[in-house]
């Protein structure tokens, strides 16, 4: 599942059962501007809630943003370097599922994971850094945003935010010789998270102590503790086979009254120390350094995870809620597609019911007009009727009297007419007798090229006259010639 592309949100947290944190920046990483930190801490683990401390928080400084950024703390996961022998990713990922249940007292369905490649130092193998964490603290988390309506767009661990800080401030220094490292002590409320990193910038190793401030601030004890801590750090990083030697260290996050404290490990590394005020180096005004340093926590992985632009390489977010957030994003989309569509059609249906309104009404316009011409148009027809029945009166088109002298010149000895009909506009019927068929048809074509009538319809009709007598009865349609 792809993760959003934005590189930053405008606020971050990070998180920890112990502590929770709120930066809020400008909203584009260039130029970095902090515009206001918060933080709510519990001297002691009083209670089982793993977001008491954030509930404290957001009571007190309520977000008004829907999209934010999540780190947590170094204690609420773990982080081991493993060399894998295999180059191939599936490889890796299912040598690192056989070893969760070796690294972890907890079943796998418990907990989170996530591993990004560190890189090959032997022919063969691979380095990776795993980050482990329980799903309940994470689950839990981010349920309780969704209660106040807040969508995480990333789930970190704050070691990347040191690992980017560190690169922002190596850009600023004379690079490190090759094989030297640089350390990076980020001491925070109750815990302190060191970093190596190599002199191109890669992040090898890291260990945690579980000694902060809120201790270093109290019994003796926790200070030799803390220092005895850190003076093994040279012998881990041979254990571990990281080549190279420390020639760079920095104390970031809560460095008020550590001064002796770094002078002692300045002593035991032979490497000197420098304690940096990152909020002061990245030119935090003067209300955000006094706020900030009244919480007693450390911003330095905040820093450097909003300062870098990029997204975390360590993506803790469960796989069920990432799906859950791509559907819900794809939800708002087809609703508001939904939303165009049906303003479409709706305008359409208007533009349609308009349509309809005004056919109608021309429509209405038209039948008052056609039943204004009616009574007008129906007294011009009959006028004009009138006036063709006064016209065929006054000058009719054949006259009786051309009919008769057209049948006398016709007229044989045989052929005897019995009637003539005649109608206005219709053919003329004649009918009479004569003494063969022959005679009947030879009668009609002579009939014909009198030119009065254009067309002769004979129907003949056989009737005998007597016993030793035979002769035929006909019946004529004639047109008129126009």
């Not at 030879?442 to 007598?469: E, S, V």
Request: hydrophobic share 45%.
């Amino acid at each position: 599942m792809p993760r959003p592309k934005s590189t930053t949100a405008s606020v971050v947290l990070e998180i920890s059962p112990r502590a929770a944190k709120v930066m809020t920046t400008s909203p584009s990483p260039s130029p970095f501007h902090i515009q206001r930190v918060n933080a709510s801490t519990f001297a002691e683990q009083t209670t089982d809630d793993p977001v008491a401390a954030l509930r404290t928080l957001l009571e007190t400084q309520p977000l008004t943003v829907r999209q934010v950024g999540v780190l947590f703390g170094r204690e609420g996961f773990s982080l081991q370097t493993l060399e894998l022998p295999s180059t191939d990713a599936k490889e890796i990922a299912s040598m690192l599922e056989l070893q969760l249940g070796k690294l972890t007292p907890y079943p796998r369905s418990e907990i989170l994971f996530a591993w990004i490649v560190l890189g090959s130092f032997r022919e063969g193998y691979t380095r990776v850094l795993l980050a482990i964490a329980r799903k309940t603290l994470i689950d839990s988390v981010l349920q309780f945003l969704k209660s106040k309506g807040i969508t995480p767009q990333w789930v970190g661990v704050s070691t990347e935010g040191l690992e980017a800080w560190s690169a922002m401030r190596a850009a600023r220094e004379t690079p490190l010789a090759e094989g030297q490292l640089r350390a990076i002590i980020d001491v925070d409320f109750t815990s302190t998270d060191c970093a190596i990193l190599s002199a191109s910038g890669q992040l090898l190793f890291t260990h945690s102590i579980a000694i902060g401030h809120d201790q270093l601030s109290g019994t003796d004890t926790a200070r030799v503790r803390w220092v005895g801590e850190l003076v093994r750090l040279p012998r881990i990083l041979l254990h571990e086979d990281i080549k190279g030697k420390i020639g760079r260290g920095v104390i970031t996050g809560v460095i008020a009254g550590l001064e002796p404290l770094g002078e002692q490990l300045t002593a035991q590394w032979g490497v000197a120390l420098e304690l940096v005020d990152v909020l002061a180096a990245c030119g935090a005004s003067a209300a955000v350094q006094q706020a900030a340093a009244a919480t007693r926590v450390s911003y330095t992985s905040l820093i450097g995870i909003v300062s870098s632009g990029k997204l975390p390489r360590i993506d803790l977010m469960p796989h069920e809620t990432r799906v859950s957030q791509a559907l819900g994003v794809r939800s708002k989309h087809l609703a508001r597609f939904s939303g165009s569509v049906a303003v479409v059609l709706f305008l359409a249906a208007m533009l349609y019911v308009e349509r309809i309104l005004i056919l109608r009404h021309y429509l209405g316009t038209l039948e008052a007009r056609m039943a204004a011409l009616g009574p007008s148009s129906q007294e011009v027809l009959e006028h004009q009727r009138l006036m063709r029945t006064i016209r065929e009166w006054l000058d009719p088109p054949h006259s009786p009297l051309e009919v008769f002298r057209g049948l006398a010149t016709a007229v044989g000895d045989d052929v005897t007419i019995t009637q003539v009909r005649m109608e206005l506009g219709k053919p003329v019927t004649i009918r009479g007798r004569v003494g063969t068929m022959a005679g009947a048809f030879a009668f009609a074509d002579r009939l014909t090229q009198q030119g009065i009538f254009r067309a002769i319809d004979a129907r003949p009709t056989l009737k005998p006259k007597g016993a030793n007598d035979s002769g035929a009865e006909f019946e004529m349609f004639c047109e008129w010639t126009s």
